[in-house]
């Protein structure tokens, strides 16, 4: 994809942020006083998939602007998708062989036709959604009126299945705790969220066609979603058994219920059930390194995907067994130019996670455990946080400074690493040489 294309992609991604936070700025849109950087802050959350919040949601937003806020989430967990798969079908004819055979590649669309796969993302999205909102407000309207329950239910589902984090309850689902319809409801939103569009497309037509096989992508993404949850689920789950403040109050079945839930949401989204700032540290630096993960490629979750992780641990296995063979999985080769595109994802996603909290370390005076933790969930588009002393996040407490480099760590970790570091440095020019080997000892 050329440097041309992706300049227009995130120009538009900044118009939706820009215009969502002038609408959240509008005097019926929100209640009291709001400063643009907050409104910044909120859209460019929402847009970005992330749940981070420096306004509690439905004290600090009318009606008007938590229906702004479910559009911009819709349109950054499908919507960006759809335009960089829009932009492809407009500007394929200028593009050459190679760059269309990137630009397929990019979007994981290779073996699809795009227009029809599209229609599959929407089709997928309205029926996932559809079928969370009835659940939900069935559990809801138990306790609140049916047009009360019909939007609580309509808004977590958007919010879970976009891993975006918002909740419209004043200590997000703290007070569902115990409510394994609610949890278990939204984890499934958020985990099928988290697969990717070309995941829960291959899985239909599996189940269409028994003789549909599925992609390597596909298998190594359900595989690693399913470790990273039970090894989630079991690690949490054992650091903070004995934690009073924690899982203190708890039986033995919600204590399993919320560890899966934490599990869930460490990854991917920004729900939380439980006080996040009694989390002991060694908890807070083990969920760092689930944020980073996030979830499948080309979905709504975030981090450097689970796909990109698999691909250098078997690279780093094959290695160090000194194979023979090339790096395979599912009997699949894989290719030295996604090994080596894993190995900069993560090298630079690291740099620009340590860079960032020892920024944010200095000039706003925070610790720096907390501080990793609300960067890497930024920039993960993850959502979850120590939190302010009350229900806001720690993003709360920062100046404007502080807010605006987390506003451009959520912005870089949603547009991506490589669209990012195109657009900046751009590509570089053919040169028919070819230098000599050098001899580098490691």
Same mark, same amino acid.
């Given at each position: ?17 820009? *215009?969502? !936070? ?44 938590? !229906? ?25 004819? %200028? ?14 669309? /290779? ?12 089709? =997928? ?11 939900? /407000? ?9 047009? &009360? ?14 891993? /975006? ?29 988290? $697969? ?11 189940? +269409?066609?028994?003789? =549909? ?7 190594? #993404? ?57 989390? %002991? ?8 390194? =689930? +944020? +980073? ?39 699949? #080769? ?21 860079? !960032? #909290?020892?920024?944010?370390?200095? #000039? &706003? ?6 501080? $990793?933790?609300?960067?890497?969930? *930024? ?16 993003? &709360?407490?920062?100046?404007?400074? @502080? ?34 080997? @050098?001899?580098?000892?490691?």
């Amino acid at each position: 994809m050329n440097q041309k294309t992706l300049k227009i992609i995130f120009l538009s991604y900044l118009l939706v942020v820009l *215009a969502g !936070a002038i609408a959240l700025m509008l005097p019926f849109a929100h209640h009291g006083k709001l400063a643009f950087i907050d409104a910044l802050f909120t859209a460019t959350s929402a847009t970005c998939v992330t749940g981070l919040i420096v306004k509690i949601t439905p004290e600090s937003f009318s009606l008007f602007g938590q !229906a702004i806020l479910v559009l911009l989430m819709q349109i950054g967990g499908v919507g960006y998708m759809s335009i960089v798969s829009l932009f492809y079908l407009f500007m394929r004819k %200028s593009l050459n062989i190679h760059e269309k055979n990137l630009a397929k590649e990019s979007l994981n669309y /290779a073996n699809h036709d795009i227009p029809i796969f599209l229609r599959k993302v929407f089709l =997928f999205t309205f029926i996932i959604e559809l079928a969370g909102t009835l659940v939900l /407000a069935l559990r809801f309207s138990t306790h609140m009126s049916i047009p &009360q329950a019909l939007w609580q239910g309509f808004f977590h589902s958007v919010a879970a299945f976009n891993n /975006a984090g918002f909740s419209l309850f004043r200590d997000n689902l703290m007070g569902y705790q115990t409510d394994a319809t609610i949890l278990l409801t939204i984890g499934a939103l958020i985990i099928l969220g988290g $697969l990717g569009y070309l995941v829960l497309v291959e899985l239909h037509a599996k189940l +269409m066609h028994q003789r =549909f096989m599925l992609s390597a992508h596909t298998k190594i #993404t359900l595989v690693g979603t399913v470790l990273l949850l039970l090894s989630g689920t079991l690690l949490l789950g054992a650091i903070e058994w004995n934690n009073p403040s924690f899982f203190g109050h708890l039986s033995l079945e919600h204590r399993f219920l919320n560890s899966f839930f934490l599990s869930v949401n460490f990854r991917t989204s920004g729900f939380n059930s439980l006080d996040l700032s009694q989390l %002991s540290d060694t908890s807070l630096f083990c969920s760092t390194i =689930f +944020m +980073m993960i996030g979830g499948g490629a080309g979905s709504t979750a975030g981090g450097i995907k689970i796909t990109t992780v698999a691909v250098l641990i078997i690279a780093t296995l094959h290695t160090i067994k000194i194979s023979n063979q090339p790096p395979h999985a599912f009997k699949r #080769t894989i290719s030295a130019e996604v090994i080596h595109r894993s190995s900069a994802i993560i090298f630079v996603a690291s740099f620009i996670v340590i860079l !960032a #909290t020892v920024v944010l370390v200095q #000039t &706003q005076h925070s610790a720096f455990l907390p501080t $990793l933790f609300e960067v890497v969930s *930024a920039f993960c588009t993850v959502g979850v946080s120590v939190g302010n002393g009350d229900v806001l996040s720690l993003s &709360q407490t920062f100046d404007l400074v @502080g807010k605006s480099l987390v506003v451009a760590l959520m912005l870089i970790g949603r547009m991506g690493i490589f669209a990012v570091g195109f657009l900046i440095v751009g590509k570089e020019k053919i040169k028919h040489v070819q230098y000599p080997e @050098g001899r580098i000892i490691l």
